[in-house]
């Protein structure tokens, strides 16, 4: 098979992921891909639910710049708050990554175990 066939695109290439999910994942990834605001959701996966002061004393992070990333985040739909009395707590939309990680294997259409890089392994935790 020449070279020109397999850089041809297939009929199905375009289906292969809906293009609202390529533009929400672009935006998810892009967004987390600062390094401030990986480790603000890191922390908040780990850790659950947090006000601004735990995460700001935790990674030491200035409460001013903490809120503008957990804006950015909020904004995206990447984290959630909860308000109790005058404290905002903030924690990870588990919502939103149940779904998005749920239509990344829908979309792959290649069951609940997918190999991937070799030794590892991504496996399907319910539907």
Known sequence: MSASKHREKSPRANEFFPEEYIKRAVKVLKLISEESKLRIMLLLAKEGECRV??????????????????????DADLVVTNREGTSIYYDINDALWREMGKE????????DNIPLLG???IK????
């Open 53 to 74: 002061s735990e995460i700001s004393e935790i990674l030491g992070m200035n409460q001013t710049t903490l809120s503008h990333h957990l804006s950015r985040l909020r």
């Open 119 to 121: 030794k590892f392994l």
């Open 104 to 111: 990344f294997f829908d979309y792959l259409e290649k069951g």
């Open 124 to 127: 399907r935790l319910g539907r």
